[in-house]
């Protein structure tokens, strides 16, 4: 396993799990603990989730079962629209996913999205980070313009980006924005999220043949090779485990560049943030009461 040093000197594991759509709190317990069991560290979750408490039992369990020990985690967690409407609600939202977890500090916390008020949360985070809350801040799902606006403008400048991020959106663009102001992306579905079919695709098949490893681990290998960090999402745990084993190979520069021109340029997936449809649906999503 490799690690990247964040802009704050801290560091990160390239590699994580995310946890997504994992609705069940006991197969999100179980499939936490059998990520930290397989080697992994960081654990990628998010208020909007709903399963933080799930993922803090599973770290608690972990750390008692002596797998590894709390300071060698990365846990990071999201603020939800909901709670970025001023700089309290922000406030009552970090401490809110602290109790969940049960934890004494985030490795890493995330505005969710660049929606509602995020100046006002992020000055609350700002100020969790300098109470040692948080070890660090970043954001998600900041495009371009957004995230140049915003690293203009605040006062501590965001660790990571976390952004729809695979060979077939690859977002090379959003990558140089982030380089430019030390911003380390992160990539969310990274094996493409159970869309665009990249487990038939002829280029990644025929890669994957050569190395003998699987497709995902291609696509895994593919981002983490230039850069950002993956956190592949999986209940089962042979894929856990398959996920986790792209440590002993390297993509050549012809291969890199086979994947990199599998980018169609645009997102597949429902989440749109481009569509005011979206964005209305997220402003109004409540989570909790
Ligand atoms: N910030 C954001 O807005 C945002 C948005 C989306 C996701 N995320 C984060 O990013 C994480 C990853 O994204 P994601 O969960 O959407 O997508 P993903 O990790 O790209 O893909 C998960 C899908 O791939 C399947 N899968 C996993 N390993 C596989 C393998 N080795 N072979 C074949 N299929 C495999 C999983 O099924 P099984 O579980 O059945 O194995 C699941 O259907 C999330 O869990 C979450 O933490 C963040």
């Known amino acids: 396993m490799d690690f990247v040093t964040l802009n704050n000197g801290i560091k990160m594991p390239l590699e994580g799990f995310g946890v997504f759509q ?8 179980r499939s936490v603990l059998d990520a930290i069991r397989a080697g992994y560290r960081l654990i990628d979750t998010a208020a909007s989730y709903t399963n ?12 008692a079962e002596g797998i590894c020990t709390r300071e060698e985690l990365f846990i990071t967690s999201k603020m939800w629209v909901q709670d970025m409407q ?17 934890l004494e500090y985030l490795d890493l916390y995330l505005l969710h999205q660049a929606m509602k008020d995020y100046f006002s949360a992020w000055r609350a985070m700002e100020d969790a980070y300098r109470e040692g809350k948080l070890r ?4 998600s799902n900041f495009y371009p313009h957004i995230l140049t606006n915003f690293c203009e403008t605040v006062e501590i400048k965001p660790a990571v980006n976390q952004v729809e991020l695979h060979p077939f959106f690859s977002q090379e663009a959003a990558l140089e924005t982030m380089r430019y102001y030390q ?3 992160e990539a969310w579905a990274p094996l493409g999220g159970g869309r665009y079919a990249p487990f038939e695709n002829e280029s990644l098949s025929a890669i994957a043949k050569a190395h003998s490893k699987s497709i995902g681990q291609i696509m895994l290998r593919w981002n983490v090779q230039r850069g950002v960090v993956v956190i592949p999402k999986s209940t089962h745990r ?14 050549s520069g012809e291969e890199m560049r086979q994947i990199d021109a599998l980018d169609m340029g645009y997102t597949g997936t429902a989440i749109k943030h481009f569509d005011p449809d979206f964005v209305r649906m997220c402003v109004t999503r409540r989570i909790h009461d």
């Not at 994992?22 to 999100?28: A, M, N, Q, S």
């Not at 042979?238 to 993509?251: A, C, G, H, M």
Request: proline residues 2%.
């Open 183 to 185: 911003v380390q992306p």
């Open 52 to 63: 933080e408490d799930a993922v803090g039992q599973a770290v608690r369990e972990a750390i």
């Open 86 to 102: 001023s700089y309290d609600t922000a406030k009552k939202a970090i401490h809110a996913s602290l109790e969940k977890m049960g």
């Open 22 to 29: 994992v609705r069940d709190k006991e197969e999100c317990r």
């Open 136 to 139: 660090a801040i970043g954001v």
């Open 238 to 251: 042979e894929r856990i485990v398959e996920n986790l084993d792209i440590w002993d190979f390297s993509l």
